[in-house]
């Protein structure tokens, strides 16, 4: 009977439409919820039954169904925070963490280290990312982010780099060790660090021998010398500069490079100064120390050696390199966050917890390194707020209250037609 089919319609609509109103509540409830992906039901008429069998046409509906829940995947707005470890995906990916049931996907970035120095988070699980070396360069090694030690150990100097400009006009002067500032052209102070990270003042006194010829002596305190006297000066190391007649730097000559520093320090540590690169050397004179007609000044100086350092801060860059900054002045990069990429973000799975897992449907994950093959960038002190848009959730209710309301119509009318059919026999 067509009333009875009626009753079954306006039902599958009542219940289409109370699926539909779920899908926009748990949206409306996740509006606030950190790199929330909103979702969209999707409706399909149920199988006709056609007057005319094979041939088609003239077909009676049987209502409707919720067919589909859609994963809205656009992105969400960033909201900046104060956290170094709030990170945000702009663009395509998804962060990898280790979760209970195998590898979790999330857009949600709010993460800590915990007591154990690992990246984890809110639910205290590990986020995956590319390992460094002890070089500090990143690696295709994908594993948890591991802070390992907040200490750095000292580093020796090795080389001293100097750019500077010695006055051709300068007299030829005899160096007297116990009148250096008097008997020396020109001279300047350079901090090196001994093997256990002491730092240790170091002066260089520069003495013009002949035209085009300069000597170099690094004198130390005799109280930083092994059986030195305090306030007698020690040379440690020494060397000669030779310049053509355009005033560029044609040779270095090393004399002696042994420093022996007192207060537990090895003995005969080797201590380069580099003046730039001699035209003996390859060079073409661009960068290096000069010879000009004006006076004696020193540019630059860089040094390779630092004192042992503790971790001061942190710091993610746009590519999701972790950078620790040591408060020697030191930094080095720790790791970086690895961006999953699927061929269908649609089809992942929820499983609660902000977090995705990987299905038939979306194909498999390829794990990458931010901005690269498609993937987004990693913002730091940055979260990506929820795709919910309320307004547009706002109008969904409305359509959903007039469809539940019309279907009810439907089974109301339907009820009354039936009464009539019932009070025929009366």
Request: glycine share 12%.
């Amino acid at each position: 009977m067509g009333i009875l089919r009626s009753f079954n319609i306006g039902v599958s609509g009542l219940s289409a439409t109370g699926q539909g109103m779920g899908v926009i509540s748990d949206n409306i409830a996740n509006a606030g919820t950190t790199g929330f992906k909103s979702s969209r039901a999707e409706f399909q008429d149920v199988l006709a039954t056609s007057l005319k069998g094979i041939d088609g046409g003239d077909q009676f509906g049987a209502g409707t169904k919720l067919a589909h829940i859609k994963s809205l995947m656009t992105q969400g707005d960033i909201s900046r925070t104060d956290s170094v470890t709030d990170l945000a995906v702009n663009g395509d990916g998804f962060f990898r963490v280790k979760a209970p049931f195998g590898p979790g996907f999330t857009r949600d970035g709010s993460m800590h280290f915990d007591k154990e120095g690992s990246l984890v988070n809110g639910d205290g699980y590990k986020v995956q990312g590319f390992q460094a070396n002890e070089d500090g360069e990143i690696t295709n090694q994908l594993g948890d982010i591991q802070l390992g030690s907040t200490t750095i150990p000292a580093t020796a100097t090795d080389e001293v780099k100097l750019n500077m400009n010695l006055d051709s006009r300068a007299e030829v002067l005899q160096f007297n060790p116990e009148d250096a500032e008097n008997t020396s052209n020109f001279s300047h102070s350079v901090t090196v660090y001994d093997n256990v990270g002491t730092a240790r003042l170091v002066t260089l006194y520069y003495n013009k021998t002949a035209n085009n010829n300069w000597t170099y002596r690094a004198m130390a305190d005799g109280k930083d010398v092994e059986g030195g006297e305090p306030g007698k000066l020690v040379e440690q190391a020494s060397g000669t500069l030779v310049f053509n007649d355009k005033g560029v730097l044609q040779e270095e000559q090393v004399g002696s490079s042994a420093f022996n520093f007192n207060k537990g320090a090895a003995p005969g540590q080797n201590i380069k100064f580099d003046f730039g690169k001699s035209l003996t050397e390859g060079g073409t004179g661009i960068g290096a120390s000069t010879q000009y007609g004006s006076d004696s000044n020193i540019a630059r100086t860089n040094q390779d050696g630092a004192s042992a350092a503790t971790l001061a801060s942190l710091s993610f860059n746009d590519s999701g390199v972790l950078t620790a900054v040591y408060d020697n002045g030191e930094s080095r990069e720790v790791a970086q966050i690895a961006l999953a990429k699927f061929e269908n973000n649609e089809a992942l799975f929820k499983v609660g917890k902000n977090l995705f897992k990987e299905s038939r449907r979306s194909g498999q994950p390829t794990m990458g390194k931010p901005g690269e093959s498609g993937r987004g960038e990693v913002l730091s002190k940055s979260l990506e707020l929820s795709n919910v848009d309320i307004a547009n959730e706002f109008v969904g209710l409305m359509q959903a209250q007039r469809n539940f309301s019309a279907n009810a119509k439907t089974l109301q009318t339907s009820d009354q037609m039936l009464q009539e059919v019932l009070n025929i026999k009366r």
